[in-house]
């Protein structure tokens, strides 16, 4: 069996990192068994869609490094692959269905839709369509439709029925049929609904195997029933956990901080170490192992490894893997990564202050203020040069020794300028961390920097003795 799998999203808005993983785990199993991974455009839902999110969520997967064999913009042989351009495809399935007695005509009103569950929630029912227009004739439904009156198709459930489904993650599932409502196939405004266009797709695209979110699985029985009442074999499917907060207390949201994949890029992750976290939350190779490139995940990657329990998406740890990423980076690898974080300095400039903030971030864009020293004035309160309730005299005393040793052996030799200002700290009997705390405050304005000596040859020495001409004015 050829494996294709597939990646649908919905152009509804911004990406959810959680799709990022579905997108990696449907690539590497269509890339293991040397099959195709295609990306469709699910674009039923009109009133959600938002015009550009369609090539946004698409630049966004690229950005993470993963890549379709068919799709929108590269095409293939069983397009189009984008829903809305799909239409006549469905008419044709629909009316199938409707000729078979599987599928029918509605006519309900809103108004009268609404009234009816009103009802049912007085009368505690589970909330469902009475069915009022399954028994109108083939008559009435002519004349209606050839009068022009809004309608729906719905699928027809089976009655008292025991729908069960094989789940690659969860086993046997198995849904009452009373249970479920008669979905819609066809909206009013002539759309399908996602029930019924993902089973039309999945099967006339050649899809063996679905791997998606755990929310779909209520939506089971009715695309169930649609492959049944085709005559289709369905494809092998994976519902895959969600993410949990990383409090533990229900599932990851908007509402307690962004979510979006694109946020996560923004933020300063790297897309490798993105993936790596990615891949480790819902799966595992069966070892203590941690760390995988994309292709080694691939080779490894199993459907029998897929969790059943839900993971929490555990911040420290992703940037426990951003930290080890950014560490394993050249120099030069990781001044082009710092670029769009760090505008204002050269590129020959972060290839030389790169192995100096290497150890000190966890992201990206952590390097902004980090180097700000370098590309702009700085300023700060005279209490900043007072750490630990250091006296000014003191502090002055401080600063005025190492402008001394920088005035008198430059910036450029740091081991030489650092051994000076050693026998200085000795001779006055000066806390090491508090001295050059004072001397890392005044040369950069903060307490958190690269290693300041290191530092100073990007100032050079003219501007490394007026910032300290600066701190010693504050003092006095």
């Known amino acids: 069996m050829k494996v294709r799998t ?5 152009p509804t808005g911004e990406y959810h990192i959680g799709h990022i993983r579905t997108v990696l785990y449907n690539y ?6 040397k099959g ?3 990306l469709r455009i699910e674009d039923t839902d009109r009133t959600r869609y938002v015009p550009g999110a369609e090539k946004m969520i698409m630049e966004v997967i690229r950005e993470y490094g993963l890549s379709w064999d068919e799709g929108p913009d590269v095409g293939g042989p069983v397009g189009p692959y984008v829903q809305t351009e799909r239409l006549e495809i469905y008419k044709k399935h629909l009316n199938e269905l409707i000729e078979k007695g599987q599928a029918y005509y509605c006519f309900c009103t809103p108004e009268r839709l609404e009234k009816m569950r009103k009802q049912q929630k007085r009368n505690k029912q589970v909330p469902k369509y009475d069915r009022a227009c399954l028994s109108l004739s083939s008559g009435e439904v002519k004349k209606r439709l050839e009068g022009g009156v809004p309608y729906v198709v719905r699928l027809k459930i089976p009655d008292n029925e025991l729908i069960t489904f094989n789940d690659v993650i969860r086993g046997e599932v198995k849904i009452q049929s009373s249970e479920v409502d008669d979905q819609i196939l066809l909206k009013s405004d002539g759309i399908p609904t996602y029930q019924f266009a993902v089973v039309v797709d999945d099967h006339l695209m050649n899809i063996t195997h679905v791997l998606r979110g ?7 029985p009715k695309q169930v029933l649609l492959y049944r009442f085709f005559g289709w074999e369905m494809p092998l499917f994976a519902h895959l956990t969600v993410f949990l907060d990383p409090s533990g207390k229900g599932k990851m949201s908007k509402r307690r901080g962004s979510v979006s994949a694109q946020s996560f890029l923004d933020q300063g992750y790297l897309p490798e170490a993105l993936l790596n976290f990615l891949m480790l939350l819902g799966w595992n190779p069966g070892t203590e192992r941690e760390f995988f490139t994309l292709d080694e995940f691939v080779q490894e990657f199993s459907l029998e490894n897929l969790h059943k ?5 555990d911040q420290n740890k992703l940037d426990f893997f951003n930290s080890h990423y950014i560490r394993e980076k050249t120099d030069k690898e990781l001044a082009l990564a710092l670029r769009p974080f760090v505008p204002d300095l050269k590129e020959e400039i972060l290839i030389k202050v790169a192995p100096l903030i290497k150890e000190r971030i966890k992201k990206l864009s952590e390097a902004k203020d980090l180097l700000a020293f370098l590309s702009q004035p700085v300023d700060y309160p005279k209490e900043s040069l007072l750490v630990k309730g250091l006296t000014s005299d003191t502090a002055l005393q401080m600063l005025k020794v190492t402008q001394e040793a920088v005035r008198e052996n430059g910036v450029e030799n740091t081991s030489l300028l650092q051994t000076v200002l050693l026998d200085q700290i000795k001779k006055n009997k000066w806390n090491t961390g508090i001295f050059f705390m004072v001397v890392r405050v005044a040369i950069c304005g903060r307490p958190i920097t ?10 050079g020495k003219e501007e490394t003795l007026n910032r300290m001409d600066v701190a010693i004015k504050k003092l006095r």
Request: hydrophobic share 45%; net charge positive.
């Open 36 to 38: 195709q991974f295609i």
């Open 309 to 313: 329990k839900s993971p929490i998406f």
């Open 6 to 10: 597939r990646i649908a999203p919905s």
């Open 28 to 33: 590497a199993l269509a890339k293991k068994c």
């Open 214 to 220: 755990e929310e779909w699985i209520p939506s089971m």
């Open 450 to 459: 690269p290693p300041i000596l290191e530092s100073l040859p990007f100032l």
